[in-house]
């Protein structure tokens, strides 16, 4: 068996490994993208003109790999307007075909609220309309982004004067 040189043994060690890169790939692009939707709120104790809510978010997994995080941001826009925002260091995996629920602390500003109350009261409705965009942190691929749009259901003690 002839001898390899050390550009011929490097050229195929590069080739090697781009193929195998380019395969792992490949079987990660068929993946399903996550389900995330908001399954309750619950108010927290706010600071000066803001409020602070804990938002309760269902991770639905439809893959048959789990999906470690370690981090996650999101941003919510109730009725078409900006509402609230919030990030957490909190680290956990969804399993494979699996589910989680996460809670995360979001602040609303002033102005949200105010926004919203006046909205509320025009349409007395204690269900309301959300968009839901975020992005779990840490995973192998840097990151999975989602959005995800429903209606919550307020308690009523909150919508009643």
């Known amino acids: 068996m002839p001898m390899m040189n050390r550009r011929q043994c490097t050229r195929w060690l590069t080739l090697g490994a781009t193929a195998l890169a380019l395969s792992g790939c490949a079987s990660l692009m068929g993946r399903e993208p996550v389900r995330v939707n908001v399954v309750g709120v619950e108010p927290l104790r706010g600071e000066g003109l803001e409020a602070r ?93 989602f959005r995800s749009s429903g209606e919550i259901e307020l308690p009523a003690e909150w919508v009643s004067p």
């Open 53 to 145: 809510l804990a938002l309760k978010l269902r991770v639905v997994n439809p893959n048959d790999v789990a999906l470690g995080y370690d981090g996650l941001s999101v941003e919510l826009d109730v009725r078409g307007q900006p509402f609230a925002s919030g990030v957490s260091n909190e680290r956990g995996e969804v399993p494979r075909f699996g589910e989680a629920v996460i809670t995360l602390p979001v602040s609303v500003s002033a102005l949200s609220l105010v926004r919203q109350a006046l909205g509320m009261a025009r349409g007395g409705n204690q269900r309301i309309d959300y968009v839901l965009r975020g992005r779990l942190a840490g995973t192998v691929l840097g990151g999975v982004s």
